[in-house]
């Protein structure tokens, strides 16, 4: 297998991404609203599934996809839920697996801004865990224990909303992945409340510098291969351009 040809991550802001596996399915999580500051579309991105990690603005905006037949909504009691779901990928049919792990969106036990649903998923020989708006300080060791062994982590970094820069170095720390992709930061498409409210990733940077390689990505395609992931953690960079 080639690693240029492996299993695709885009970046479409905030905490959404596409990955498209070697099958050929497309699975979409977190979907962004327009209103975040992102010029995305609707209608705009096939989605053989849709995950969605809580039901906020800037996480559930299903309209992104072309449709929106197969959504797993967020997992709102404690515990935690196998996932298989069936779809349609190149023609044949295929089915995706994956963990739906209960957890908070605040560090007050979901007062102050409800619950969150992580999201693992197993493909490709990857196992890829999506933290959602994670807001715990730090995972519970069951939590830990359910979510595995992790190949590539998709984590926020900004503050505010979610852990914050450090934060997000202990989880990190936690869950020992060799990928990882910072997400939920501030950027210049924000709109500008939120632009105000959530830190840069170069926050997250500087507490994991001496901890991780820092590496830039095309947001659009960065590809991923299990039998080449590196030795080090690596975090990548991913810069979000306009889609026409």
């Not at 699975?27 to 995950?51: E, M, Q, T, W």
């Not at 909303?161 to 202990?170: F, N, P, R």
Request: aromatic share 8%; hydrophobic share 40%.
């Amino acid at each position: 297998m080639s690693f240029l040809t492996g299993t695709l991550v885009a970046w479409l802001g905030q905490s959404c991404f596409v990955i498209t596996t070697l099958a050929g399915a497309h699975l979409l999580i977190d979907p962004v609203n327009p209103a975040v500051g992102y010029p995305v579309k609707a209608h705009s991105v096939d989605a053989s599934v849709i995950f969605v990690s809580h039901n906020h603005f800037d996480h559930n905006w299903t309209d992104m996809a072309v449709n929106a037949d197969n959504v797993v909504e967020p997992k709102t009691d404690p515990g935690y839920q196998d996932v298989r779901l069936s779809y349609t990928a190149a023609g044949k049919k295929q089915t995706v697996i994956a963990k739906r792990i209960f957890s908070y969106h605040d560090q007050n036990g979901g007062k102050d801004r409800g619950t969150n649903t992580i999201t693992v998923i197993d493909v490709d020989g990857l196992r890829i865990c999506h933290l959602g708006d994670l807001g715990q300080r730090e995972l519970t060791p069951k939590q830990v224990s359910l979510i595995g062994n992790v190949d590539v982590l998709m984590i926020p970094v900004g503050g505010f909303y979610t852990i914050d820069a450090k934060q997000a170095v202990a989880v990190t720390e936690q869950l020992h992945p060799k990928v990882i992709f910072p997400m939920h930061f501030q950027t210049s498409y924000l709109n500008p409340d939120l632009k105000a409210k959530l830190h840069p990733v170069s926050e997250y940077l500087d507490a994991m510098r001496g901890k991780a390689t820092v590496v830039s990505g095309d947001a659009d395609r960065y590809p991923l291969a299990h039998d080449r992931l590196p030795s080090k953690p690596v975090i990548v960079l991913l810069k979000w351009t306009e889609r026409p």
